[in-house]
């Protein structure tokens, strides 16, 4: 009886110092992160049988189980590496919109100083200053394109620096759970398979770690250990064996980086759109799907701006009586060659229409039989059998594709408008070369007897013709009969015998005039040279109405509605992640407090647990005094 006293007493009271030892690791790791409540899991020991039934033989500990939900911790993961992700995308955005915005810094206000020093040349068209300013302000709004696009520049100088400093990151806790994994398997097969709880712990920090910068699926294994996965299910850590994450160019565009997996000592690429969580994942996806479209966007308008302030420009004539020149210098589209085509590999690439310009990049391929231009944003395609090469022009969207030297397979990123900002400068610094007044004057003879006006005529779009300024006569019969003849030199001239209607465009040489009114027999009417037009203002007029002119988009924005219009994108994304991001984050904080009140250490529960058990220790002393009392009567029978 003593010694079956005295085993039931020493198991109460080895399973009470289990529990003390237990509660106590609890206390300490109060404040551990990852650290999960464990609790001492008690069973009956086998029972003794007697002739009066089974008799207890006391407790003994089977194992020590941490307190840990599966379920949330997962969903905890899932939450918070897209959290990490939205956090990351809004900490970039808000950047940009920031910049975007900035009504002293932004674009708006120095287009529309630009604008105006070119309405104070309208009405001083001989003034000099005035000329200045003009030129002065277009320097300024150049330079304004240009900071604006070397912000988004830096912006994308610092991914390529967070990414490279985020795959270090994920390396080195790739390395640690490998490490771990191998400690857990070791520990727990030594064990016989009691769980290493603090280990499980660790672990588990290290996967919620990750997690936050990059999106995983992990995979736990017959031995213990987890697999890892990230991307599109490129192995990241398998058991003990880890594979490493590398910051590589893009295959397209080499001045990105993008993630690769080193593996047999070959990079595997992973594409970005399946790097959806994480601070990398919300790097990637404001690089892809809200930096590059910006800077698209605001080369467009700069390029737009551009080409149609030149085109109206050379249509003019300077101080100097020559036709004008570029005002501005218009940006070239970027070709980027996939770092797997032949070096000798090249196409050529220009801008056909720039009203008729996206900001999504282009993608132009040959598969052997097909040469493919591709609209990368929704991959709308036009295909050709013959190569663009001294033929006809390959074009979509106002880019066009000639001269291409290109192998089967081979590929050319084509960005139209990502230099715009960048490489919009001013062309002229002469103030007599802005091109303020039009190339020819219209008069009606002062001996005319009709009612008969001309109009002041326009400059047909370009090109120019070559007798655009070589002087014609309209001259009505005599006798009236409704004809007029049209002499000079240029094609198609002299023109006899032309059916008069009022108000309908008359064009000669390139040169367009109306003629209203009643003119009568002999009437005559003159185009001649703009000679000593210093104080001639329409073609700075023409000029000036190019600001409300809807000519982005395919005519359907002006620059600055354009602007306004990626102004209004960007903010209104900003907007939605920053409430998307904190709606996520407080969803994160519920399943984590979820996860504390269940998994984490209760200071109040854990001092009413230590009071308890100390009780039991206590109690199981007792029962081997007792037993030791019981013994000692034994032997003092005699």
Known sequence: MGNGILDIGISGLLTAQNQLLTTSHNISNVATPGYNRQQVILNTNTPQSSGAGFVGRGVHSTTVQRIYNQFLVNQSLQIQTQSQSLDSHFAQIKQLDDMLGDTTSGLSPALQNFFSALQDVASNPSVIPSRQAMISNGEALAARFQSMDQRMSQMREGINAQVTSLVVEVNSLAVQLAEINQQITLAEGASGGQPANDMLDQRDELINRLSKLINTDTIRESNGSVSVFVGNGQALVVGSQVLSLKAIQSPDDPSDLTLGLISRNNTIQINED?????????????????????????????????????????????????????????????????????????????????????????????????????????????????????????????????????????????????????????????????????????????????????????????????????????????????????????????????????????????????????????????????????????????????????????????????????????????????????????????????????????????????????????????????????FDSILRIR
């Open 274 to 630: 399946q790097v959806t969580g994480g601070v990398l994942g919300g790097l990637l996806s404001f690089r892809s799907e809200t930096l590059d479209s910006a800077q698209n966007a605001l080369g467009r308008i700069a390029i737009t701006l551009a080409q149609s302030f030149n085109e109206q420009h050379q249509l003019g004539v300077d101080l100097n009586g020559n036709m004008g020149v570029n005002f501005f210098t218009v940006p070239s589209p970027k070709v980027i060659s996939a770092l797997t085509n032949n070096p000798a590999s090249n196409i050529s690439a220009s801008i056909s229409d720039h009203g008729a310009l996206t900001t999504s990049d282009y993608q132009f391929s040959y598969d052997g039989t097909n040469y493919t231009l591709t609209r990368l944003s929704d991959n709308t395609s036009v295909s050709t059998l013959v190569a663009p090469s001294g033929g006809a022009p390959l074009i979509l969207d106002g880019i066009s594709v000639t001269g291409a030297t290109i192998l089967t397979n081979e590929r050319f990123r084509i960005q139209p408008t990502v230099n715009g900002a960048k490489d919009i400068a001013i062309n002229i610094t002469d103030t007599t070369k802005i091109a303020a007044a039009a190339p020819n004057r219209t008069n009606a003879a002062v001996t005319n007897t009709g009612t008969g006006k001309i109009s002041a005529g326009t400059v047909n779009p370009l090109p120019l013709d070559p007798d655009l300024q070589q002087p014609l006569t309209i001259t009505f019969h005599t006798p009236y009969d409704g004809q007029y003849d049209v002499t000079g030199t240029g094609a198609g001239l002299p023109a006899t015998n032309q059916a008069y209607t009022e108000g309908a465009d008359i064009s000669f040489n390139g040169y367009t005039f109306q003629i209203s009114g009643s003119p009568a027999a002999g009437d005559i009417f003159t185009i001649a040279p703009n000679i000593n037009g210093s104080a001639d203002n329409r073609n700075a007029l023409l000029l000036g109405a190019l600001q409300t002119k809807n000519i982005v988009e395919n005519g359907t924005a002006s620059y600055q509605s354009a602007y306004g219009q990626l102004v209004s994108q960007i903010g209104n994304k900003t907007r939605e992640l920053e409430v998307t991001s904190k709606s996520q984050a407080n969803f994160l904080a519920q399943i984590e407090n979820t996860i504390q009140s269940t998994s984490g250490v209760n200071l109040d529960e854990e001092a009413a647990n230590l009071m308890r058990f100390q009780q039991a220790y206590q109690a199981a002393s007792k029962i081997i005094e007792m037993s030791n009392t019981l």
